[in-house]
């Protein structure tokens, strides 16, 4: 009998030990006020199904805009299981550390990763330029971006802007009035592409007037 209560004893007290090496957050992320989380016990011993359960919970937030708990979930859901989050999911996590962390290095690192699961993805590559030109000022990787985006859809006249913002940058004036010219062709009641343009013909700056040298 003796022995019987030692071994029942022992065995809870592993059965503790072991749940008590769970964290708390290990378990899931549940955003303020929501009964969305998964009861069943054994899941919180599987991260991808942990990570999965994330960003379903992801997506709903971003449904109702509630765009910091969205981002919540996508990090957790990324650090149970990164190979969990499609290329859309990456993307948005992407953006988080972009504008609201200012984590460029990291926001890249998941652009890239998001164009090894969509490499013909126009918007990563325009996503990955602006990430370049406007939180790193590496104009040359912002430009490579902006070239493969117009490679993949060269009708879109938003990534020849953004390459001709690169030139001017970079004082390329003669390649950004060619992209201009593209873009008026594409759509000839772009004001502002025809106003940059006219600009530069006349010798002056785009965006600050003034001579372009």
């Known amino acids: 009998m003796k022995s019987a209560k030692k ?18 957050e290990d378990i899931v992320y549940m955003p303020p006020k929501s009964k969305e989380a998964p009861q069943n016990v054994d899941f919180m011993f599987d991260r991808t199904k942990m990570a999965k359960e994330h960003i379903e919970i992801a ?3 971003r449904e109702k805009k509630r765009w910091e708990n969205a981002a919540k979930a996508y990090e957790r859901a990324y650090e149970l299981d990164p190979s969990a989050l ?11 550390y972009s504008s609201d962390s200012w984590n460029a ?8 990763k998001a164009i090894q699961l969509e490499p013909s993805n126009a918007e990563l590559y325009s996503m990955l330029g602006t990430i370049h030109y406007s939180r790193t000022s590496n104009t040359n990787s912002a430009i490579n971006a902006f070239k493969k985006a117009i490679e993949l859809e060269p009708k879109n006249t938003l990534h020849y802007s953004q390459l001709a913002d690169c030139y001017v940058r970079s004082k390329r004036f003669d390649e950004a009035a060619t992209l201009y010219r593209k873009i008026l062709e594409i759509n000839p009641d772009n004001g502002l592409a025809k106003k940059s343009l006219d600009s530069i013909i006349k010798g002056e700056h785009p965006w600050y007037g003034g001579s372009l040298y």
């Not at 004893?9 to 708390?24: D, E, I, N, R, W």
């Not at 499609?86 to 988080?96: G, I, V």
């Open 7 to 24: 071994a029942l004893v022992t065995s809870l007290a592993l059965l503790f030990f072991s749940y008590s090496q769970v964290k708390a």
């Open 59 to 61: 997506k709903r937030e």
């Open 86 to 96: 499609n290329a859309d999911d990456l993307m948005m996590l992407a953006a988080h």
């Open 105 to 112: 290095e990291k926001a890249i690192e998941l652009l890239n």
